[in-house]
Every structure is written in structure tokens, then in C-alpha cells.
């Protein structure tokens, strides 16, 4: 092999990096325990991942633009307890609102969609509006946000307990499933999932939003004098990005049955490290839709199949540690050979 066909085979391990450490973990996984690649597995496994999948699409989203947003986790727990409220089941001895009608399993979900892009539209105002970073800006959200939903949260005569006794009807959508036959089924979070990070995969690469947020992240004065409304461009990425939080919120509801003022606590560092992970830039301007996928599976693949071979979870959290600073390195490298 001469020296030409080494570089590029080198250039080409290097692009897919992300996708050649997936199936290297999927093979050390399956040398453990070959049970591993079974049919269950990998549905369980998509099944779980599916909502940090959307949460990270969100996060991608900023990413990009050279943002960072804090209060993913927040809006996740928020739009959870909402459309969880409204959702319950008129038998339930402890439901929120007692007197409220069964509405229309759409209503309760479209109102945590709005109420995740109304955040991200507060958070695009002040960050775009107001010129305040969005680290600290996207971090007094996520204070501000946990404290709303507490309030909510602890309302009579719910007061702070879990809420639970969830419509079958809303719970079908993250844990329900389409039985194809012969034992195999597909999660309908699953089909959701797909189809939001087709959207996504349209937006980044066909859209002139997604043109100008790679514009953004990698150069934002170039961006302003290449006549691009940097604002606006802002605005709506962080709205998006609040909007998928706020349907990953609701899909997390349905797939675990209930919500507590507590879900999605720390979900937005899973999505970041999922995003770097998966090649998204902490530098702005790079990233794709297949990177985060795959980064995200990289963790669920950590979280189910080190747990699957009976791995410590302390030890797990030192492996993805050890990925994340990995990636992050190896993403500077990146960035200085480019200069």
C-alpha cells in the first residue's frame, strides 16, 4: 500500500471516526455477551435512546451557531409535567386538575410543543436582542424554568406528587410499538424519532436557515457582512430548538407513563456530549444530523450494553468521560489545522 492510498484511508477513518467507535463497541459488547445482538436489544436500545436523540437534534441546532443551550433538561421536565397533567385518566384518585375534561390527546401535546418554543424564543430574544452569552443567558433560563415548573408542580391538590395514571391513548406514543410479524416490533417513539431527524437533516442542509446557521457558527462577522440577519437567524434556531425539547418532553412522559418536576435533569449535558461526540463543533459551524445520531447511540449503546455484561455504572461513567474528552481533543485538533 503506498503512501497516497494510506493518507486516504487515514482521511477516511478520521471523517467517520464516530461511526468506526460504534461498531467497535457493539463488537467488544457482543464478544462479552453474544445474547447482545439480539433483535430485542437494539429496539430496547433505539427505544431508550430515542428522546435524548431529539433533545440532542435541539442541542445540535446551537451548537452550530457557536451557542450553547443550558435549559434543554429544564424544558424536557417542564413539557412533561404539563402534557402529563392534562393527560390522566378520569379514575385516577389523584389527578391534577379533577374537574378537567378529557381533551383531546393532541391538545395537552401541542401545548408542551409551544410551551418548550415559547422558552427557546425567550432565550433567542435575549441572546440575540439583548447580547447576553448564551451560556449565562440559557443558564438563568434553566433556573428560572425549574423554578416555574416546581410552582406548578407542587399545585393544590396535586402538591409535588408524582403524576401518574396516564391515558392509554397518549402513553401508546412512547410505548407503544407497530408489530410486524415473527416476534419484531418497532417503538412508534422510534418511527417519531426518524422522522424528526429527517426534518432536521432538511433544515441543515437545504434551508437558507441552515445555511446560515453553519455561516454563524463559523464566522459571525463574516455572516453580518455577507447581509445575513444574524438575529432573526438566532431567534428562530433557539425557537426550534425549544420546540424539540418540548416534543422530546412530552414523548418522555408518554414512554415512562408519568413525570415529575425532575425529569430531564442534566439531559442537555447527555445532548452536548452526544453532539461532540457525534462531530458537532464546539466552535460552531460544523456538525451533521448522522453525527448526533450516531452519538447518541454511542451512549445508549454505553448506558444498556455495559449495563447489559454487567459493567459498574461507575466504571461506565468513566468510559464516557474518557469518549468525551476524546472527542472534544480530537475536535481542536480539527480546528487548529484548519487555521
Not at 478520521?14 to 467497535?24: E, P, T
Not at 421536565?77 to 390527546?105: C, H, K
Not at 391515558?167 to 422522522?195: C, E
Amino acid at each position: 500500500m503506498n503512501t497516497q492510498t494510506m493518507l486516504k484511508v487515514r482521511t477516511y477513518l478520521a471523517q467517520r471516526a464516530i461511526f468506526v467507535v460504534l461498531i467497535l463497541l457493539v463488537i467488544g459488547i457482543a464478544i462479552a455477551d453474544p445474547h447482545f445482538l439480539g433483535f430485542s436489544t437494539l429496539r430496547d436500545i433505539l427505544q431508550q435512546s430515542s428522546t435524548r436523540l431529539i433533545i440532542a437534534l435541539g442541542a445540535a441546532f446551537i451548537l452550530i451557531t457557536g451557542g450553547v443551550d443550558l435549559s434543554a433538561g429544564r424544558v424536557v421536565g417542564l413539557t412533561a409535567v404539563i402534557s402529563a397533567s392534562m393527560l390522566q385518566i378520569e379514575s385516577y384518585t389523584n389527578r391534577f386538575f379533577p374537574d378537567l375534561p378529557q381533551l383531546w390527546v393532541g391538545t395537552p401535546i401541542i401545548v408542551g410543543i409551544i410551551a418548550g418554543l415559547l422558552v427557546g424564543l425567550v432565550n433567542g430574544l435575549i441572546i440575540a436582542k439583548l447580547h447576553v452569552p448564551p451560556f449565562i443567558a440559557t443558564l438563568g433560563t434553566m433556573v428560572g424554568i425549574y423554578g416555574v415548573n416546581s410552582i406548578y408542580f407542587d399545585m393544590e391538590p396535586n402538591q409535588s406528587q408524582p403524576i401518574g395514571g396516564l391515558r392509554p391513548d397518549f402513553t401508546k406514543w412512547g410505548s407503544g410499538f407497530i408489530d410486524l410479524g415473527g416476534g419484531y416490533s418497532i417503538p412508534n417513539i422510534v418511527i417519531i424519532a426518524v422522522i424528526v431527524a429527517l426534518i432536521c437533516w432538511v433544515v441543515f442542509n437545504k434551508t437558507r436557515l441552515g445555511k446560515n446557521m453553519y455561516a454563524i457558527g463559523g464566522n459571525v462577522q463574516a455572516a453580518h457582512v455577507s447581509g445575513i440577519n444574524v438575529a432573526r437567524s438566532l431567534i428562530a434556531v433557539y425557537s426550534i430548538s425549544g420546540a424539540l425539547y418540548g416534543l422530546a418532553g412530552v414523548l418522555e412522559a408518554a414512554r415512562t407513563g408519568g413525570a415529575t418536576n425532575n425529569y430531564g435533569n442534566m439531559y442537555e449535558l447527555d445532548a452536548i456530549a452526544a453532539c461532540v461526540v457525534g462531530g458537532v463543533s464546539t466552535a460552531g459551524g460544523i456538525g451533521t444530523v448522522p453525527g448526533v445520531m450516531a452519538g447518541v447511540l454511542i451512549f445508549g449503546v454505553i448506558n444498556y450494553g455495559l449495563t447489559f455484561i454487567g459493567v459498574s455504572p461507575y466504571w461506565q461513567l468513566i468510559i464516557k468521560g474518557l469518549i468525551i474528552v476524546a472527542a472534544v481533543a480530537f475536535d481542536i485538533r480539527k480546528y487548529m489545522a484548519k487555521k
